[in-house]
């Protein structure tokens, strides 16, 4: 099996003393597995979109997500299924829309309230799975 990890050049590095933290997109080669990590509502050059602001980091995350699908040759269609920890989750289910915009007929998820993010200013965070034939 052949694995190959991708780190797009439309989304930040995290980069801490020298090495770069995670992959944003591994791709499983076979039957084409596509594992998208936790996405923040981080611009290209890693800045904080909307700080605190639910709806606004939601498409942002949805954006990252998008563009890590791309850099492995899928698209948002080939979600199978999300982890989504927000830190309030009523706040963030008055969203919903946004996040279809996205994912359409939802792909299978997980949606869990946790107390904190990697930065106070962040309020929710999107992982993914795709499958491409």
Same mark, same amino acid.
């Given at each position: 099996?052949?694995?190959?990890?991708?780190?797009?050049?439309?989304? *930040?590095?995290?980069?801490?003393? +020298?090495?770069? @933290?995670?992959?944003? =997109?591994?791709?499983?080669?076979?039957?084409?597995? !596509?594992?998208?990590?936790?996405?923040?509502?981080?611009?290209?050059?890693?800045?904080?979109?909307?700080?605190?602001?639910?709806?606004?980091?939601?498409?942002?995350?949805?954006?990252?997500?998008? *563009?890590?699908?791309?850099?492995? +040759?899928?698209? @948002?269609?080939?979600? =199978?299924?999300?982890?989504?920890?927000?830190?309030? !989750?009523?706040?963030?289910?008055?969203?919903?829309?946004?996040?279809?915009?996205?994912?359409?007929?939802?792909?299978?998820?997980?949606?869990?309230?946790?107390?904190?993010?990697?930065?106070?200013?962040?309020?929710?965070?999107?992982?993914?799975?795709?499958?491409?034939?």
């Amino acid at each position: 099996m052949l694995r190959q990890k991708i780190q797009p050049e439309a989304l *930040a590095k995290r980069v801490m003393h +020298g090495h770069v @933290l995670y992959s944003h =997109v591994v791709v499983v080669e076979g039957r084409r597995l !596509i594992f998208i990590s936790g996405q923040l509502a981080r611009d290209q050059q890693g800045n904080v979109v909307g700080p605190g602001d639910m709806r606004t980091q939601i498409r942002q995350v949805g954006e990252n997500i998008k *563009a890590a699908l791309e850099a492995a +040759g899928a698209c @948002l269609d080939d979600v =199978v299924k999300t982890t989504t920890y927000v830190t309030d !989750i009523e706040e963030f289910f008055k969203h919903v829309d946004v996040r279809m915009e996205y994912f359409g007929a939802l792909p299978t998820s997980t949606t869990v309230e946790v107390r904190r993010l990697a930065h106070p200013d962040f309020v929710v965070e999107i992982e993914a799975m795709a499958v491409v034939e």
